[in-house]
């Protein structure tokens, strides 16, 4: 079992930066991967960022490449999202999610747990 709480959501003017963090706890730390994903009123969930639990393969949406950066803090056991840049598209509710098995993946079924989300709203 894998709890996740993600905080630093916000309001943020376009072309600004915004760091969300995922706090986790439960199982060992490298053994799952990690994944951020993010979904706007009306839309599906989609994939933004995943990071691998062992060698830290990183994977990113094409419309956020360059833009925002995943990591992991191994002695805080926490993943981040550094997003920079940011554009009004970008607006949506940003989960943290968990993956039993230490291979980062972009695929939202391969995700078994999930944190409660938080808010990313950028204006223009």
């Known amino acids: 079992q894998v709890q996740l709480v993600e905080s630093g959501g916000g309001l943020v003017q376009a072309g600004g930066s915004l760091r969300l963090s995922c706090a986790t706890s439960?199982?060992?730390?490298?053994?799952?991967?990690l994944g951020w994903f993010r979904q706007a009123p009306g839309k599906e969930r989609d994939f933004v960022a995943s990071?691998?639990?062992?060698?830290?393969?990183?994977y990113y949406q094409d419309s956020v490449k360059g833009r925002f950066t995943i990591s992991r803090d191994n002695a805080k056991r926490a993943v981040y999202l550094q997003m920079s840049s940011l554009k009004p598209e970008d607006t949506a509710v940003y989960y943290c999610?968990?993956?039993?098995?230490?291979?980062?993946?972009?695929?939202?079924?391969?995700?078994?747990?999930w944190g409660q989300g938080t808010q990313v709203t950028v204006f223009s």
């Open positions: 439960g199982r060992t730390w490298d053994t799952y991967a």
């Open positions: 999610a968990a993956r039993d098995g230490p291979v980062a993946r972009m695929e939202r079924s391969q995700y078994r747990y």
């Open positions: 990071i691998s639990g062992g060698d830290t393969t990183t």
